[in-house]
């Protein structure tokens, strides 16, 4: 079972790379990120747009002097029926950094390290009891330590 | 690679689960010597309570390089919690703890 899925993900790779040999795709679609997760984070991009102001609190540094580890944390403990929280970044080249489906035992709550490769806002997206609301907060990625 | 550190802890009803997982995290963006360095990243992580699924992850190549989590879930102490992750590339791993 295990070898037929490996051929199979090899084949896959392989027509994709033909594609992009084809110069059909650019070079981002094709190794940032599966065509599946690419999908979700357009989703989520097009439902963020249309999200209200959430009441649930989100951390993020106003400043992060290192990019490659940007700490934010969403808390949404007071919220019922929290189902799904997402971390979106709308300047990386694969805006969506991470999406936690939470179902049983789980309290609205994630904490997470992420990259950021300029200055960008960054949105928290939390749906709860099938209704997704965002707090978005920028922050600001100053490498070399000047702010600027 | 594959070096999980899992730290279930319990405090008033809910256990604080912290992970850390060693992984390269490579979006296959980034250039070394003008090689683009093959995409590796975890895509899918796991976290189960007593069996339960608790948290199912979809993760993007823009979390760290040795990424870290903190999720909360309602429990008590002595509470087994595993975590499991794969990465595009189809690696495994999996850890288990017993809540503090």
């Given at each position: 079972m295990k070898r037929r899925l490996?051929?199979?993900?090899?084949?896959?790779?392989?027509?994709?790379?033909?594609?992009?040999a084809a110069g059909l795709l650019t070079?981002?679609?094709?190794?940032?990120?599966?065509?599946?997760?690419?999908?979700?984070?357009?989703?989520?991009?097009?439902?963020s747009a249309s999200a209200g102001k959430g009441s649930f609190k989100f951390k993020a540094p106003?400043?992060?002097?290192?990019?490659?580890?940007?700490?934010?944390t969403v808390d949404a403990s007071k919220m019922n029926d929290v189902t799904n929280i997402s971390f979106y970044v709308v300047n990386n080249s694969t805006p969506l950094a991470a999406s936690f489906n939470l179902s049983g035992a789980?309290?609205?709550?994630?904490?997470?390290?992420?990259?950021m490769g300029k200055t960008s806002p960054v949105e928290a997206l939390v749906t709860a009891g099938g209704v997704m609301t965002k707090v978005s907060q920028e922050v600001k990625v100053t490498i070399g330590g000047c702010g600027g | 690679?594959?070096?999980?550190?899992?730290?279930?802890?319990?405090?008033?009803?809910?256990?604080?689960?912290?992970?850390?997982?060693?992984?390269?995290?490579?979006?296959?963006?980034?250039?070394?010597?003008?090689k683009?360095?093959?995409?590796n990243y975890i895509v899918n992580i796991l976290v189960s309570h007593n069996g339960n699924m608790v948290v199912d992850a979809?993760?993007?190549?823009?979390?760290?390089?040795?990424?870290?989590?903190?999720f909360n879930v309602a429990g008590a102490k002595g509470d087994t919690?595993?975590?499991k992750y794969k990465d595009n590339k189809g690696k495994t791993g999996s850890a288990t703890a017993k809540s503090k």
């Amino acid at each position: 079972m295990k070898r037929r899925l490996f051929l199979k993900s090899a084949m896959a790779s392989s027509a994709v790379a033909t594609v992009a040999a084809a110069g059909l795709l650019t070079p981002s679609m094709v190794f940032a990120n599966s065509a599946g997760f690419k999908a979700k984070s357009d989703a989520a991009g097009a439902s963020s747009a249309s999200a209200g102001k959430g009441s649930f609190k989100f951390k993020a540094p106003k400043i992060a002097e290192n990019g490659a580890v940007v700490p934010m944390t969403v808390d949404a403990s007071k919220m019922n029926d929290v189902t799904n929280i997402s971390f979106y970044v709308v300047n990386n080249s694969t805006p969506l950094a991470a999406s936690f489906n939470l179902s049983g035992a789980a309290v609205g709550y994630v904490s997470t390290r992420i990259k950021m490769g300029k200055t960008s806002p960054v949105e928290a997206l939390v749906t709860a009891g099938g209704v997704m609301t965002k707090v978005s907060q920028e922050v600001k990625v100053t490498i070399g330590g000047c702010g600027g | 690679m594959g070096k999980i550190k899992l730290k279930p802890k319990a405090r008033k009803g809910v256990i604080g689960i912290k992970a850390l997982i060693k992984h390269p995290m490579e979006t296959g963006l980034r250039k070394k010597k003008g090689k683009i360095v093959p995409a590796n990243y975890i895509v899918n992580i796991l976290v189960s309570h007593n069996g339960n699924m608790v948290v199912d992850a979809d993760i993007g190549s823009s979390v760290s390089k040795d990424p870290y989590f903190k999720f909360n879930v309602a429990g008590a102490k002595g509470d087994t919690i595993e975590l499991k992750y794969k990465d595009n590339k189809g690696k495994t791993g999996s850890a288990t703890a017993k809540s503090k």
